[in-house]
């Protein structure tokens, strides 16, 4: 803020900086803090010592207001900025996570799709008769999903790769065995 000019001692002549500041409007951003009796108190305060000061404590004091002021919308747009970045990340975190649903479709041309959420793999014949094989032959799902893993890697990585399947212990090749399980017999 610029400094005001003086005329004899102790008197001051306000600058049109400082009477622009005085005669302007509140803004509809500037934002109104309740009322309490503490607050009341503390206005108090300050407007008493602020009768006893003179024109540059009076400088000083406004000053010192403003980059209060300044300082506690820097922290509340912070916090509404941090909040926003929290709900943005949840919201991708919701949007990523996986439900592992998966299906099985039979083409017309004795093709097989399997989709793993929104991945969709084509079978032969042959392929599902061996994925079929397989299930059946495991004594359990962890037995399964093991075997699954591993042929997948040797004959068709790409279901793994396409799926993000990094383990054996996918809930994939879970759903995978018990939908092959229900739905499907070894042809003899």
């Known amino acids: 803020m610029a400094k005001k000019k003086t005329k004899g001692a102790g008197t001051a002549e306000p600058t049109d900086e400082s009477k622009e500041v005085a005669t302007r409007p509140a803004s509809a951003s500037q934002e109104k803090v309740a009322e309490t009796p503490h607050r009341r108190q503390l206005l108090s305060g300050i407007v008493e010592i602020a009768e006893r000061l003179e024109d540059d404590g009076l400088e000083l004091l406004l000053e010192q207001a403003k980059v209060v002021e300044y300082k506690g919308k820097i922290e509340r747009f912070n916090r509404r900025l941090n909040v926003a970045a929290r709900?943005?990340?949840e919201a991708?975190?919701?949007?990523g996570r996986r439900s592992y649903d998966v299906?099985?479709?039979?083409?017309?041309?004795?093709?097989f799709i399997i989709q793993l959420d929104d991945q969709r793999i084509f079978f032969n014949i042959n392929e599902m008769r061996e994925l079929t094989r397989i299930c059946h032959k495991a004594k359990d799902?962890?037995?399964a999903t093991r075997m699954l893993f591993r042929w997948f890697e040797?004959?068709?990585s790409?279901?793994?790769?396409?799926?993000?399947?990094n383990s054996?212990?996918?809930?994939?090749l879970v759903r995978l065995y018990e939908l092959i399980i229900?739905?499907?017999?070894?042809?003899?």
């Open 103 to 111: 299906e099985i479709e039979r083409t017309d041309d004795d093709f």
């Open 92 to 95: 991708r975190r919701e949007a």
């Open 168 to 172: 054996n212990r996918s809930p994939y």
């Open 87 to 89: 709900e943005a990340v």
């Open 154 to 156: 040797e004959e068709r």
């Open 182 to 188: 229900s739905r499907y017999k070894v042809r003899r």
């Open 141 to 143: 799902a962890a037995a």
């Open 158 to 165: 790409d279901l793994l790769a396409d799926a993000g399947i």
